[in-house]
């Protein structure tokens, strides 16, 4: 009973990592139509970028945290700018393959300046841990900080985009760039401005997942980029709190399907459930159904 | 004075010459339609007056300030409005949220005021301003998506077929609305299918055929004018 406890919250904690991931997949797939393949790696890059604050510029963690977040949100604008705005009004498929091509480029870049061997991640948010039941369950401050921070973040951007004016003209770009653009949105600027914030939510959960999970490499950002997407899809691309449930049940399903059906068959299971509930439902949990303009 | 003055203007999608140097203008205190038939470019028009396309190659002048070429989020504060073909009110945002973004480019402080105001043009907005705009009837995003372009408080209304798609009474009911605004002050450009209707409230008007200025004159003047009766009027 409390070993079940012990994995459900793990695999709330490893869920929030993913529905932070799957946030800025959903955010930059509403507003550009498109998949960003390479958001796996800017996690990546945000995780490398606190590890060198704390072990060899010797910051603060908080300080490597806000640096790891500049850097992301820097990156991210920086990636839409150069591969995909010139690609607006491209096909998909020519969007897709650039995104992959970005994919690897930074984890190519990573390759280079960090080179192949894992790095130990020392974890940023670490003070000490909850010692209940007589020993028999020990919740860590990490398990504890992932799932605030995921709260946190769920309710700020749920607010951002229903009360701000800026969050507003964000769903109105993704909902029609044309209209928006009438309105004297700057659409650029929101399409730029969205690939921050998602890249920002990227870096947080580089460090929180590397704080739980603490081996770093350059592929460190691939899968949970690809769990991440797959949540994302699961809860309803597009939707918060789609991520959030998305993000959440996947990582239950992982942590426990590793834990009571099989450690080797945890990631099938998986996608075995996304693609149900995609057999089910087309559009995911949360999933809005798309209004054909008339 | 003319508010808006278009020159030669010539537009393509890709290699199709969509519009092959039009000429027109519109003095401030007109409504002015432009008529013609599916296809011959009244929507390119527009936009591209508005923004929201480039113009190959042509002069368009607005107020004085040269602004071919100029993406639409900056002629907006200006004092120039769109309500686009088709509406286009953003579906899954509330009736509310969608006068808001109509002023995007205003201060904060004046919001209120132009939403009070539209209200009370508008009262079936007002009753639904929660309402998600995706469910609001026909005539009621087209309402919506007027209000919408008058909350930016335009000196120059464009409106693309507004007409469309709804019953007679609602046409009515659209017309008496621009005829009001229009006494209120606005200037008004009115791409229209339905020419009796356009032409019966413009002061002057112009055809288009194929990308192509046709005629132009006096509305009242075309409404009689055999070729125009003959094609446009049935
Ligand atoms: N996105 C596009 N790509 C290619 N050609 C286009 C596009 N949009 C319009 N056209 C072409 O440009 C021409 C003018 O179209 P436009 O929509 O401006 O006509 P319109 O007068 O508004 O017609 P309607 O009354 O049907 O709305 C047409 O021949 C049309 O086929
Ligand atoms: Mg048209």
């Known amino acids: ?143 504890f900080i992932t799932i605030a921070a995921n709260i946190i973040i769920m309710i ?12 507003k003209a964000m769903r109105a770009v993704s909902e029609d760039k044309g209209a928006a653009e009438l309105m004297g949105i700057n659409v650029n600027a929101t399409i730029s401005m969205t690939f921050a914030i998602g890249s920002g939510l990227a870096a947080i959960a580089g ?36 991520a959030l449930i998305g993000g959440i049940l996947l990582g239950l399903i992982e942590i426990l399907g590793k834990a009571y059906v099989s450690t080797e068959l945890g990631d099938a299971l998986v996608f075995a459930v996304l693609i149900i509930v995609l057999l089910v439902k087309p559009t995911g949990l949360l999933g809005k159904k798309v209004h054909e303009k008339v | 004075m003319s508010l808006l003055k278009v020159e030669d203007l010539h537009v393509y999608y890709g290699s199709i010459h969509a519009i092959k140097g039009v000429s027109f203008e519109v003095n401030e205190g007109e409504i002015v339609t432009l008529i013609g038939a599916n296809g011959a470019g009244k929507s390119t028009t527009l936009n591209t007056v508005a923004g929201l396309m480039k113009p190959r190659s042509g002069a368009v002048t607005f107020d004085g300030k040269a602004v071919a070429g100029v993406p639409a989020s900056k002629i907006v504060p200006q004092g120039m409005a769109l309500c686009p073909e088709g ?24 919001i209120s005021e132009s939403l009070d ?79 009796q209707m356009a032409l019966s409230i413009a002061d002057r008007a112009y055809v288009l055929e194929t990308g192509n200025i046709v005629k132009e004159g006096i509305a009242d003047d075309l409404m009689h004018d055999d070729d125009v009766r003959k094609a446009y009027l049935g």
């Not at chain 1, 700020?156 to 969050?167: D, E, I, P, Q, Y």
């Not at chain 1, 460190?220 to 709190?241: E, L, N, Q, R």
């Open chain 1, 1 to 143: 009973m409390i070993q079940f406890l012990s994995y459900l919250l793990n695999g709330i904690s490893l869920g929030s990592v993913y529905a932070i991931i799957a946030l800025g997949y959903s955010m930059v797939y509403g507003i550009a139509k498109m998949l960003n393949f390479a958001h796996g790696d800017v996690i990546m890059i945000g995780a490398y970028m606190s590890f060198c604050a704390i072990q060899y510029w010797s910051l603060p963690p908080i300080a490597a945290i806000v640096l790891a977040i500049v850097v992301c949100t820097a990156l991210g604008i920086l990636i839409e700018r150069m591969a995909y705005k010139p690609l607006r009004t491209a096909t998909s498929l020519s969007v897709l393959i650039t995104a992959i091509g970005v994919s690897w480029l930074l984890q190519n870049i990573a390759l280079l300046i960090w080179g192949a061997n894992p790095k130990s991640y020392q974890s940023l948010v670490n003070f000490g841990s909850l010692t209940l039941f007589d020993g028999q369950l020990h919740i860590t401050s990490e398990t």
């Open chain 1, 156 to 167: 700020a951007l749920t607010l951002f985009t229903g009360k701000t004016k800026m969050g």
């Open chain 1, 207 to 242: 460090v929180l997942l590397c704080s739980s999970y603490p081996v770093l490499m350059p592929t460190t950002g691939s899968m949970p980029g690809i769990k991440a997407f797959t949540a994302a899809v699961f809860g309803g691309i597009g939707s918060i709190p789609g």
């Open chain 2, 87 to 110: 509406r286009r009110v953003f579906q899954q945002m509330t009736v509310r949220e969608n006068l808001e973004m109509g002023g995007y480019t205003r201060p904060a402080s004046e």
């Open chain 2, 117 to 195: 105001d539209v209200f009370t043009r508008f009262p079936r907005l007002k009753e639904r301003h929660r309402q998600i705009a995706g469910t609001l009837s026909g005539g009621e995003q087209q309402m919506l998506a007027m209000g919408r372009a008058l909350m930016s408080k335009p000196k120059l209304l464009m409106l693309d077929e507004p007409s469309m798609g709804l019953a007679p009474i609602l046409v009515e009911q659209i017309f008496d609305i621009v005829q009001e605004l229009h006494r209120a002050g606005t200037t008004i450009l009115l791409v229209e299918q339905n020419a």
